[in-house]
């Protein structure tokens, strides 16, 4: 479970709620980037989600229901590295969408993961390994839950998260041109969770260069990181 959403107004502000359980992470703030890890048992810790200094933000759902079409198949692109690399600026927003389109990204066996990408023009790209990729040009707003946006709720599953997708399209139709980080956080709140738990919800100010993060959904307890 998890929300991705990216907001085109006067400010780019792009939102991710992480919605974890039974899995340990960590925020680690560089001068390079923001990162939520998750520790692997093989590969230690994975800078799977968060934001950059050169403007990109990664956020990676799962997809529910899971389709099988995302397994790996004889040679393709392992969509969490291929996230890692973005974020870590290894490849750039532009690279990543042309492999995106190629049709050869995948994800891993039994499990469905998407990516919900950004960068610092306000431009979105999410894939769905198996069915494809959707490229918005600096859209007004693009949110993504945890339902294929290529099969839409058509499938139904318990974590899919139709509910969630439609009240952040509800607060984000009626936004004002206005809309900041605080706005942004007011939107996270509203959709996070508490049976699989949101552990982190953050919001980066692309144009301010600068990255806010709570824990636990201690609303109070904002931490930031500005980008030099």
Known sequence: MCTSICVNKRKTVVGWNLDLLGMQHRVR????????????????WLPLFGANERGDFVGMPTCWPYDARSDPQGEGVDILHLDIDLLLEKKTFGDVRRIAESGKVS???????????????????????????????????????????????????????????????????????????????????????????????MVYD??????YWCEDRAWDRIASKTFA
């Open 29 to 44: 703030a560089t001068d390079d980037g923001v990162y939520i890890e998750i520790l692997d048992a093989a590969e230690g």
């Open 107 to 201: 994800s891993i066996p039994g499990v469905t993961f998407m990516a919900s990408l950004s960068d610092a023009g306000g431009n979105v790209l999410h894939v769905i390994p198996g069915q494809g990729c959707r490229f918005y040009e600096k859209p007004g707003y693009a949110i993504l839950t945890n339902f294929s946006p290529f099969k839409g709720n058509a499938e139904e599953h318990p974590w899919m998260g139709w509910d969630r997708y439609q009240k952040a399209e509800e607060m984000l139709r009626g936004a004002s041109e206005d809309f900041d980080a605080e706005d942004c956080f007011a939107v996270l709140k509203a959709v996070s969770q508490e049976v699989c738990p949101t552990v982190v919800s």
């Open 206 to 211: 692309v144009g301010a260069r600068t990255v």
